[in-house]
């Protein structure tokens, strides 16, 4: 007889699905800091419906947006699914990035089977919606959702459902945990810097990265040189500096130096305008310092936003592009529009990746050309501490990873 639960890393026998998981669970009453909001409960194994596939999640990857979910702001997920998706569930469970089994697949699933190694991405949509099927790119779609954010069932639970799509095969060399941990960063990464043309990285083009030691940084360092480019990281620590060096930067510059952060100064404020001015243009020149040429970067990568979209928008090439995928230190950046049309600079969003890039990134990854960077790697008990390093800036650097069933790190089988 089926046990109705089986403890973590106790491994029913294959495509025997059990009543009930463990689960890092949010609900709406628990809103707040991470390390509060997200705790284990017992919960029931979601079914798969038509295209679903049940994975048995070996390793998940900490990300962001989890941190987003605990908080309950800027969007309340758990609400939100009720009221737009009709989800009966009054609880959320995260995890966009992951690694496992698929032990049980719905309806119409041609693809993958039970017993299949997969490394699950993040992004969500209908693949019958008449967008996707005229071919649009599915980060267009209007159906485009977070999978473990967006939608429930994510990898922080014994079981997560995703759909067919989203299970790319793993590659035999990687870890549970470097397998999963990486699309999100990795392959956000990966589209703002080749899926821009013409403002894809290209040999030669300087590269500048906010955030160099963190998930998406570190990620995007190694893609510029694999590409050829030159990347230039900004951090806020001598050791994350390092880090980044040794990852393959050519130069760091530490933002701690630097006091002009934030929303642009009233354009009548012309004392205020002028500090601020200095203080960009000081740090523009340590670009050129790094370099030893005057020239400045073709790409700017940017995530933090608020605090720093001012000066990604003025110190990128004439003709060159900002692209950025998120908003870190707020949502309200600031441009001075001078700097765009003058001198016909881009801003361009960027969110997930496709399966197109997905499926590349783990070829790099498979290939020892991109390194997921986990420096991190705890327990199931430990993701909700993780989220709240996260939402502290205090986590280590590069990527973090939890062991969801896989009993010890560097396990690359069941
Ligand atoms: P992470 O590992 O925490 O790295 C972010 C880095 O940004 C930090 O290490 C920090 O480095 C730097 N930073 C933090 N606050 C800053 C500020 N006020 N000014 C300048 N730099 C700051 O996070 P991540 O996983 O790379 O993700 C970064 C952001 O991208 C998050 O907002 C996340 O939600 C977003 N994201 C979006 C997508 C998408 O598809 N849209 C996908 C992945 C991530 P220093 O302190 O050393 O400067």
Redesign the pocket.
Known sequence: MTKPLYELGETPPLGVVPAQMYATVIRRERFGEPAKAMLTEVVDVPRPGRGEVLVYTMAAGI???NVWASLGTPLDVISMRQKTLGATEAFHIGGSDGAGVVWAVGPDVRDVKPGDHVITSGGQWDETAPDVRLGVDPMFAKSLTAWGYESNYGSFAQYALVQEHQCHPKPANLSWEDAGSML??GA?AYRQLTSWAPHDVRPGDVVLI??G?????SAAIQIVKNRGGIPIA????EE?GRWCLELGAKGVIN?NEFHH?GRLPDIDDVPAVEAWNAEARRFGKKIWEILGERRSPRIVLE??GE??LPTSMMVCDTGGMVVI?????GYNGDIDLRYLWMRSKRLQGS??SNDRENREVIQLMADGRLSSCVTWCGTFDQIGEAHQM?HE?R?PMGNMAALVNAVSPGLTTL
């Open positions: 990300n962001y947006n999100v960063t956000t906010w955030g030691s963190g998930g998406l940084g900004v951090v806020s620590s994350r933002r952060w995530h933090p605090d720093t995928c998120g908003g870190t230190s969110h997930g996260l800036n986590h």
